[in-house]
């Protein structure tokens, strides 16, 4: 087990936050031990929680018109410096995300992504930019480039709160799902960041990028719907205007994830891609060279699109191979 734990100076000005990782993922469980003295809900999609303990997590949920990506904010606002990071920035709305945390008094310390992004462009390298001292963090298996690499069973420290990475492939190879921490001191009910493996009564699309529909079934159903019920899953996107849904809820409603798995394969994979666009995209992909970075077996993510009437993302072109290196274009 790597701990390196959560170091502040002696005069409480400078704080150094870094990744506990263990080894084995089953040392986090995943009954709910604490009770909510009370929630404060200000505004749809931002909450603080209290606890009975001293910690209090502020949370806003932020979106991003053109591609309909949620960035989602979380800090230790009960915390003397309220260290904060953002999941999933979008490069057009990072001004916007920053001049919240600025006017909400917060140090950002992470920029985090759930997966490398095929329809945006991430915020991650722009941040970095603009606040010096933000690591930006990824998946070691999504093979992009980042500051801290993560891997199941490492938890994201932010003050006294923390975020367990859970492994959900299946729309990407490196897909990761972080989930709010199981224990005293933390926000419950327990919140997920499912990114693009679980959205509201969907899931992400497995037609690129080493996704598969068999990974991503296995990987919703033992990575996300063992978690309470009552936990609050908030996804990457949402393309119909909902904001957040419970693993209780998905589990009875979600249109594809409650079908048994070969169903599930059958509604998710190839009918109707037409032979040229996919050999276009065949061609365009293999001079950026992305597929071989990120491990993946091109001609295999492409024999065929979904059948769920999906368009290639627009950006997609731009987009991974620009999150291949965190964002950096040029
Ligand atoms: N039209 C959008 C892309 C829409 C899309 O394909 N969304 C992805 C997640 S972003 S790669 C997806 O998995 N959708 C699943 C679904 O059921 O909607 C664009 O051009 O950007």
């Not at 701990?3 to 002696?10: M, T, V």
């Not at 992400?204 to 309470?228: A, C, M, N």
Request: hydrophobic share 35%; aromatic share 10%.
């Amino acid at each position: 087990m790597l701990n390196l734990g959560f170091i502040r100076s002696s005069a409480c000005r400078f704080s150094h936050f870094i990744i506990s990782h263990s080894s084995s993922p089953s040392c986090f469980s995943f009954s709910p031990k604490q009770t909510i003295t009370f929630g404060l809900r200000s505004q749809m999609g931002s909450f603080t929680t209290l606890s009975q303990s001293s910690s209090r997590l502020l949370f806003r949920q932020l979106f991003e018109n053109e591609s309909c990506t949620y960035t989602y904010l979380l800090a230790d606002s009960s915390h003397p410096d309220k260290p904060a990071l953002l999941i999933d920035p979008v490069d057009r709305t990072v001004d916007r995300d920053l001049n919240l945390v600025r006017e909400l008094g917060l140090k950002l310390i992470y920029a985090m992504n759930t997966h490398v992004h095929a329809d945006h462009i991430t915020g991650t390298s722009l941040i970095k930019g603009k606040v010096p001292g933000v690591k930006s963090v990824i998946s070691k298996a999504s093979g992009s480039k980042a500051d801290v690499f993560v891997e199941p069973g490492d938890k994201i420290s932010f003050g006294n709160l923390f975020l367990e990475v859970r492994a959900t492939p299946g729309h990407t190879v490196g897909c990761v799902t972080y989930v709010t921490g199981d224990g005293p001191d933390q926000p419950q009910p327990r919140m997920a960041f499912t990114g693009d493996a679980l959205l509201i009564r969907g899931c992400g699309r497995t037609d690129f990028q080493g996704g598969s529909s068999e990974q991503l079934y296995k990987s919703v159903h033992s990575q996300i719907f063992t978690l309470p019920k009552e936990t609050l899953l908030y996804p990457g996107h949402d393309y119909k205007g909902y904001t957040v849904t419970t693993v209780g809820e998905e589990m009875i409603y979600n249109l594809r994830l409650t079908k048994d798995e070969e169903t599930f394969r059958s509604i998710m994979q190839s009918k109707s891609c037409s032979t040229n666009s996919v050999y276009k995209k065949k061609q365009e992909i293999s001079i950026y060279g992305w597929f071989r970075i990120a491990g993946s077996n091109l001609s295999s993510a492409f024999v065929g699109a979904t059948d769920l009437n999906l368009a290639y993302p627009d950006m997609i072109d731009v987009a991974l191979p620009a999150n291949m290196v965190c964002g950096l274009q040029d």
